[in-house]
């Protein structure tokens, strides 16, 4: 089945404590993403690759690292997550055939700093 | 500038009747793609429909159509006979060709009532 997995679901974790949200995708996309979702903000774009070893900030790169060293994975670092980073995060991706492929997501990963 | 609006933070609408949500943009790109996706609240993001902006007609998927008007930079989704299981959050997105971002409104939550 075509997906984009990402893990975990729910995580819960304290200000200042490295954390990796992993992704992956089966469907050799080129374009991948992550977007955090806020009440009232929609989504933003935190951090996009266009292939491998290709990366990008996107509006709200702040407090992330990315990396792309596979097509299919495209890890969310959190180097010393903040109680403002408490969100609701998408991993995403598409073919890069530019405006016309629409983004396959993940399921969500659900992240409490406190 | 905000790229994509949408003015309705909110919507209800009674079961059976059509339902339009607002969605304008703003891009220079002559090349662009539009989306609508549906946010349930399990939280999962689903694809509804895509509108090119050298498409010649409004993009149909079943009871959902696109109302769009180049012109007035306007992508307006519309559902035809609500159901109740349409209550979700729907976002509107742009993808220009020539920018690797692709953007996405605050949404807008729709009701549907029994």
């Known amino acids: 089945e075509a997906q984009v997995t990402q893990n975990p679901r729910y995580l819960i974790t304290v200000t200042g404590k490295k954390l990796t949200v992993t992704c992956s995708q089966n469907?050799?996309?080129?374009?991948m993403s992550w977007y955090r979702q806020d009440p009232g903000l929609g989504l933003r774009q935190i951090y996009y690759?266009?292939?491998?070893?290709?990366?990008d900030k996107g509006d709200v790169p702040e407090g992330y690292k990315v990396s792309r060293k596979e097509k299919r994975n495209f890890p969310l670092i959190l180097e010393s997550p903040s109680p403002n980073q408490t969100s609701l995060y998408f991993c995403?991706?598409?073919?890069?055939?530019?405006?016309?492929?629409?983004?396959?997501f993940g399921n969500g990963t659900r992240l409490t700093v406190t | 500038a905000q790229k994509i609006t949408q003015t309705q933070p909110g919507m209800f609408v009674q079961e059976k009747e059509a339902v339009t949500l607002d969605c304008t943009y703003d891009?220079?790109?002559?090349?662009?793609?539009l989306f609508w996706y549906k946010q349930p609240s399990s939280g999962e993001m689903i694809f509804l429909i895509y509108?090119?902006?050298?498409?010649?007609q409004n993009a149909t998927e079943g009871r959902y159509s696109l109302n769009f008007q180049k012109a007035r930079k306007s992508a307006n989704l519309v559902i035809s006979a609500s159901q109740l299981g349409d209550s979700a959050m729907y976002f509107c997105?742009?993808?220009?060709?020539?920018?690797?971002?692709?953007?996405f409104g605050k949404g807008t939550r729709l009701h549907i009532l029994p």
């Open positions: 995403a991706s598409s073919p890069q055939d530019r405006s016309y492929s629409p983004l396959h």
């Open positions: 469907m050799n996309h080129e374009y």
């Open positions: 690759s266009m292939n491998v070893e290709v990366t």
């Open positions: 891009t220079s790109d002559p090349s662009y793609g």
């Open positions: 509108q090119g902006s050298y498409d010649q």
């Open positions: 997105a742009m993808r220009e060709e020539w920018d690797d971002k692709i953007i």
